[in-house]
């Protein structure tokens, strides 16, 4: 069965680059059609993408925040990474990664990592 | 951007109860529309994509509808377990979107 799991720090200071990184089961990242993305959620607030990378490297952002955020894949490892620069309080969330394959659920993320508690302060 | 916009933000209903949340896109996104449902601490959960299409292991009493800029899902007969936040999200066009969610409390 795919899983997915979310990995990094809980607390960083402002100015400071969050790396986080997606380990997933179940499915490899090299195979066509599927992609990971990684979606955020301040506390009781709405969800926002940010950023999605497809089996053919394919890299999507989100314009808002396109600047400061970069995603990469280790197939070799069942790993997609996240960073964004620049850290500010409002960036703080629970960052998700998930699964989708657009052949298969139109771009619909069917599968979600359980979620990590980023907390950006000095 | 496409906007999406929920209605209502929040809901009161009894177990039992049919229970309908509109979303409506800023243009027109065809069928290419999810609903999630994220209970507290949860990860969101995919109920339907492609508009109306329930995903598996997905309980019949949920049911989407709706092209275009209008969608719908209902929540035929509420069970206890389905009192919760739901998201629509739109897969159109980058950047993806989700709707600001709606909350369904137990009345």
């Known amino acids: 069965q795919i899983t997915l799991k979310e990995s990094g720090p809980t607390l960083v200071k402002p100015t400071q680059t969050l790396t986080l990184t997606c380990t997933f089961s179940g499915f490899s990242v090299s195979t066509s059609g599927v992609g990971v993305g990684w979606i955020r959620q301040p506390p009781g607030k709405a969800l926002e993408w940010l950023a999605l990378i497809y089996w053919d490297d394919d890299k999507r952002y989100n314009p808002s925040l396109m600047s400061r955020l970069t995603i990469t894949k280790d197939t070799s490892k069942n790993q997609v990474v996240l960073t964004m620069t620049n850290m500010d309080p409002v960036d703080t969330a629970t960052y998700y990664c998930?699964?989708?394959?657009?052949?298969?659920?139109?771009?619909?993320?069917?599968?979600w990592g359980q979620g990590t508690l980023v907390t950006v302060s000095s | 951007d496409i906007q999406m916009t929920q209605s209502p933000s929040s809901v009161s209903a009894s177990v039992g109860d049919r229970v309908t949340i509109t979303c409506r896109a800023s243009?027109?996104?065809?069928?290419?529309l999810a609903w999630y449902q994220q209970k507290p601490g949860r990860a969101p959960k995919l109920l339907i994509y492609a508009a109306s299409t329930l995903q598996s292991g997905v309980p019949s009493r949920f049911s989407g509808s709706g092209s275009g800029t209008h969608f719908t899902l209902t929540i035929s007969s509420l069970q206890p377990e389905d009192f919760a936040t739901y998201y629509c999200q739109q897969a159109n066009s980058f950047p993806i979107t989700f709707g600001q969610g709606t909350r369904l409390e137990i009345k």
């Open positions: 243009q027109g996104i065809a069928s290419w």
């Open positions: 998930a699964h989708t394959n657009p052949g298969e659920v139109s771009t619909a993320f069917d599968y």
